[in-house]
């Protein structure tokens, strides 16, 4: 079970809750240490000035959907044209996106935010969202949040339905998602 405790976001935004570390696995962590829960995240999104960026693939955005609230999709990572073939995940390895800073600064620049607004990312489960809040924390980016259950959740571990994303996550909190992207929500950088 987490461990809450309350924080007032430095931007007089709203009051939000953080989750000790303790909690968290070492790969959804960030160097800011602010972290919602979906729900959470939810709660927070519902300010229109608090900006929600997607970072996972076009394809994941395509197939699995995306939270209606998703400001814009831009990916962390992309899946090249060679994609090498990872026997033990039993999947293909992605790379880095090589135009991520320039698209999420172009975003901002574009809303007319600063190194100060907050902002919230969230991936599949938790890990791109760490690894894309470290990047922009690197660059000066003080209020990064990561959705640690991302949109399809975490796997469960036991029962029938073990391995499946199931447990908690955007999808699975029954918030709102559609199929559909918007011009918007796009994103328009190389392919993926």
């Known amino acids: 079970m987490l461990v809450l405790s309350g924080i007032l976001l430095s931007t007089g935004v709203a009051s939000a809750t953080h989750i ?5 696995s070492a790969k959804k962590q960030t160097n800011a240490g602010l972290y919602l829960t979906a729900l959470e ?3 927070m999104l519902a300010d229109p000035n608090i900006l929600f ?7 994941e955005v395509s197939f699995v959907g995306l939270p209606t609230r998703v ?3 831009i990916p ?3 899946m090249p044209k060679d994609a090498a073939y990872d026997p033990k995940k039993q999947t293909y390895k992605l790379q ?9 600064e172009s975003l901002l620049a574009d809303r007319d935010y600063d190194e100060e607004a907050p902002i919230v990312l969230i991936c599949r489960s938790g890990s791109r969202s760490a690894k894309a809040a470290n990047m922009l924390i690197e660059l000066g980016y003080k209020n990064i949040y990561s959705v640690i259950d991302g949109f399809e959740g975490d796997k469960a571990k036991d029962g029938p339905h073990s391995g499946h994303r199931e447990v908690n996550g955007w999808k699975n909190a ?4 559609s199929y559909s992207v918007t011009p ?7 392919a993926d």
């Not at 960026?53 to 394809?59: E, G, H, K």
């Not at 029954?174 to 998602?177: I, R, S």
């Open 20 to 24: 000790s570390t303790t909690d968290i």
């Open 41 to 43: 995240a939810a709660d």
């Open 184 to 190: 918007a929500q796009h994103y328009i950088m190389d």
């Open 174 to 177: 029954g918030l709102d998602w």
């Open 76 to 78: 962390l990572m992309l």
């Open 53 to 59: 960026v997607d970072v996972r693939t076009r394809a």
């Open 71 to 73: 400001d814009a999709n």
């Open 96 to 104: 880095l996106n090589p135009d991520f800073i320039f698209a999420f």
